[in-house]
């Protein structure tokens, strides 16, 4: 059975920064796609960063130059590190994982930005 677990959220103060990971467990084969997805209340889930099976990266435009995705492959964990954070930032992080027949979710972390 396959699982992503998230984990690295917190609260942090406007500027600061976290890194989140995204566990990787059970088999998975012929992963196209990772990428983390967020949720701030009372909006609808947004996409924050992917990374393809390439290595290719895209980021949403709020977060261009702040977030930097990655993955380690030989640890199947995919990370987040965010910098300079703002408290629009605040929302639940959810890690995704696409293969060429399924979409796998975790059950997200929360970040919260405030002072």
């Known amino acids: 059975q396959v699982q992503l677990v998230e984990s690295g959220g917190g609260l942090v103060q406007p500027g600061g920064s976290l890194r989140l990971s995204c566990a990787v467990s059970?088999?998975?084969?012929?992963?196209?796609?990772m990428a983390w997805y967020r949720r701030a209340p009372g909006k609808q889930r947004e996409l924050v960063a992917a990374?393809?099976?390439?290595?290719?990266?895209d980021y949403a435009n709020s977060v261009k130059g702040r977030f930097t995705i990655s993955r380690e492959a030989a640890k199947n964990t995919m990370y987040l590190q965010m910098n300079s954070l703002k408290p629009d930032d605040t929302a639940v992080y959810f890690c995704?994982?696409?293969?060429?027949?399924?979409?796998?979710w975790g059950q997200g972390t929360q970040v919260t930005v405030s002072s």
């Open positions: 995704n994982l696409e293969t060429r027949t399924w979409i796998y």
């Open positions: 990374i393809s099976s390439g290595g290719s990266t």
């Open positions: 059970g088999s998975i084969f012929s992963i196209t796609r």
